[in-house]
T-cell receptor, first 110, second 111 residues
């Protein structure tokens, strides 16, 4: 699985609560990505990072923030979760122009 | 920005027959076109890719073709087997930071 883990794998939370998802890699790759996957929408990029403390927005970044203080960890935070953020979240890393995905986190916001 | 359209959204083929999934892209500068397979409950997995200096690439039962003039590329799976049932995503990249994905095709292999 290209050395990517995500935690937690499942989470149920309530509207208005903060949530942080973690992506961890053992490959020492520079690029890391957060996507969300929803029926009918495929994979949509939320944020990505091109190095420690270097991040940029994707196409659906509103309501999300990210941080990368170490090469191996990329955190996705929902400051105040909403029901529209119920989704499956995938982390990915890029090596040699190829993206490799983690196993995903299923988040339910009630 | 780049936009990737994928068709069909659902495809059912008889086991042993061939399956074809088609994608178009909007940015003529895109130069990398990967295909991903996603099985239930798992993350997408790269199965084949093609770069813009190549028109076709094969790997056993799967092949990808690229038509740069028309800005479309296709995935071909021959002699389909039950384990080919999955969701398939095409994608396009300018070779920079981001890869843009199509919305996916759910492939059903019928016994």
């Amino acid at each position: 699985d290209a050395g990517i883990t995500q935690s937690p794998r499942h989470k149920v939370t309530e509207t208005g609560t903060p949530v942080t998802l973690r992506c961890h890699q053992t490959e020492n790759h520079r690029y890391m990505y957060w996507y969300r996957q929803d029926p009918g929408h495929g994979l949509r990029l939320i944020h990505y990072s091109y190095g420690v403390k270097d991040t940029d927005k994707g196409e659906v970044s509103d309501g999300y923030s990210v941080s990368r203080s170490k090469t191996e960890d990329f955190l996705l935070t929902l400051e105040s979760a909403t029901s529209s953020q119920t989704s499956v979240y995938f982390c990915a890393i890029k090596g040699n122009n190829e993206q490799f995905f983690g196993p995903g986190t299923r988040l339910t916001v009630l | 920005g780049e936009n990737v359209e994928q068709h069909p959204s659902t495809l059912s083929v008889q086991e042993g027959d061939s399956a074809v999934i088609k994608c178009t892209y909007s940015d003529s500068a895109s130069n990398y076109f990967p295909w991903y397979k996603q099985e239930l409950g798992k993350g997408p997995q790269l199965i084949i890719d093609i770069r813009s200096n190549v028109g076709e690439k094969k790997d056993q039962r799967i092949a990808v073709t690229l038509n740069k003039t028309a800005k479309h590329f296709s995935l071909h799976i021959t002699e389909t087997q039950p384990e080919d049932s999955a969701v398939y995503f095409c994608a396009a990249s300018l070779g920079d930071d981001k890869i843009i994905f199509g919305k996916g095709t759910r492939l059903h292999i019928l016994p």
